[in-house]
């Protein structure tokens, strides 16, 4: 069978041919034809499973993970240091964001005034603490907009970072209750492996999605929506291929890592970040990478990989804002003092969650643009490139999603490095009921015994 790896790429150029065609055959946004609708579905389509599968697996998974940290002699030690290589990581992406800002300087040379009046919504750290707190046991919220009839309809939607609180506190209350909740956590472990086995069958239909999510992209944006904007998305990729490119090999190669086998391992789950523009939706593929690919121990994994789908976006949250704010500022005029720049750090460092359930950048741009004052007109400004611009970003995202738990696992000693080190199959997503027959590698040291996890 033809390795995963080629059948993306295969997809990637398929995709791009079928959307070329559709664009010039008079395919817009406004007047879809046959071909760019059916992309569009396509693409649409898949998403849609991926992240239908994301609430339960969160929800399993943290609990299973949590209770499993019966075994582990360090879980507090680890989380705390996943906190804290995520926010390294992200200083060391923003900075670069700055820096980038400041020489290609994409906004400068513009004769636009800052607007005397705006609209727009403000990132505020209330409303963000706020809808930490679930307003129900699934963490569902319901949205109500005019529709083009004029009737209201009403949607509903998970906020993923509420799905995540409640799955710790249940986690949490199971460890306390103790005997009491064994059967409700041997029903969570089999949901659990449910679960994973249908998103391994979601996983195996990602060449067909790319066709359909690359297609939709040409087709609807095409690279001429770039214009005048083509400074700022040259800024935003030349950051993004730095963090990807140089900033994660020398951290690999500083905890004495393998970057061939790093990138060969979590390539697949980059690929699909780029056509998918989704780190929640690409989350499954994540985790599974994580643990089968670069040796992360699935109970540290199962905790790790889903908040950092949530929390760790050094794309979306780091070097985007940084750039951007820069870019509007220069746009309207607004000259920065070095206050606004150490603002913009914090706000990147401390600000990732605000961007927790969301699709793209907006929030964690607006959140940014409001601390500093600059005008919220320049969020408007800067969609019209946002979808070119999202595919490189999710794809850094989720490469950093898969680092970080790799980093932090070789420094506690409980890496697998058979794994990380064994060849590549181009096939990360061979059949549990395949792999189930041999025992998983017992972690010396550790205090994790991931036979039961």
Known sequence: MTSFGPQIIAGLLLGLVLGLIAKYTGHTSETPNALGTTLSTIGSSYVTLLKAAVVPLIFTAVVSSIANLREVT???RLAGQTLLWFGIT??????????????????????ATPPEDYTGGTGSWWGFLEGLIPANFLGLEASTRAAETGDLTTSLSFNVLQVLVVAAAIGIAALKVGQAAEPFLVLNASALAVIQKVLWWIIRLAPVGTVGLIGRAVATYGWDTIGSLGKFTLAI?????????VVYPILIRAHGLSVKQYFSGAWPAIQLAFVSRSSVGTLPLTQRITERNLGV??????????????????????????????????????????????????????GSAATAGTTGAVVMLTLTLSTLGLPLAGVGLLLAVDPILDMGRTAVNVAGQALVPTIVARREGILDHDLYNAERNGDPFSDDSVTAEAP??????????????
């Open 440 to 453: 998983e590698p017992a972690l010396a040291g550790s205090g994790l015994d991931t036979r039961n996890v």
């Open 237 to 245: 990729y030349v950051g993004l291929a730095l963090v990807l490119f």
């Open 297 to 350: 121990p699935r109970a540290y994994a199962s905790f790790a990989v889903p908040l950092g789908a949530t929390t760790k976006m050094d794309g979306c949250a780091a070097i985007y804002p940084a750039i951007s704010a820069i870019f509007v500022a220069q746009f309207f005029g607004v000259e920065l003092e070095l206050v606004h720049y150490l603002l913009i750090a914090i706000v990147s460092v401390l």
């Open 74 to 76: 360090n879980a507090a």
């Open 90 to 111: 992200a200083l060391i992406a923003v900075s670069i964001g700055m820096v980038l800002g400041s020489v290609f300087k994409p906004g400068a040379n513009s004769s």
